[in-house]
């Protein structure tokens, strides 16, 4: 009877003889654990069991296996249950096969700063800018409304000082007479 510690914890019992394969002994893990017997690796006293017979279909005996792994800690003749890393309920370590992980990658430098974002100036009460109330009490628009099906009423348009300009849906209307808001105003332009 050997011992084999699972993945979770859970220690199972299995009732071999000295001679069993470590394949038959994989089988036997696959029909009680639900571990596909390929991807098992079988660890005892530090030793990994299963290089052989997964890798070169070798279906020899478990002191078999161990012996060809390990020549100088076996003698010729020798019985599973009579060596000494090997005995009977002895436990078995249940790991499983996995795939080498991607080869790392050195940090890039770059050679030039990344580029600033444009930060808009935050105005409180901007709105009061749009609109201007007269003596009698009546509301006027400053600026004009954009006149795109896709802006609707309530989209303003940028008063520039030839044209008025959309920020939503980038619709420009050409002025021949210099738009009055803009006047006074220094901003970047060509001289």
Do not use: W
């Amino acid at each position: 009877m050997i011992f084999v510690k699972t993945l979770s914890g859970r220690t199972l019992t299995l009732d071999v003889a000295a001679d069993e394969s470590v394949s038959s002994i994989k089988s036997l893990i696959a029909a009680r654990y639900g571990v596909a017997a390929e991807s098992q690796r079988l660890i005892c006293a530090g030793e990994l069991f299963s290089k052989l017979s997964c890798q070169q279909q070798f279906s020899g005996t478990l002191f078999d296996v161990f012996r060809l792994l390990n020549p100088e800690k076996t003698r010729n003749g020798r019985q599973l249950s009579d060596d000494d890393e090997v005995e009977a309920e002895s436990t078995l370590h249940l790991s499983l096969s996995l795939l080498g992980g991607a080869k790392k990658r050195k940090k890039k430098v770059y050679t030039t700063p990344k580029k600033i974002k444009h930060k808009r100036k935050k105005v409180k009460l901007a709105v009061l800018k749009y609109y201007e109330v007269d003596d009698n009490g009546k509301i006027r628009r400053l600026r004009k409304e954009c006149q795109s099906p896709s802006c609707g009423g309530g989209v303003f348009m940028a008063a520039h000082e030839n044209r008025y300009y959309c920020g939503r849906c980038h619709d420009t209307l050409v002025v021949e007479e210099p738009v009055a808001a803009s006047k006074g105003k220094g901003g970047k332009g060509k001289k």
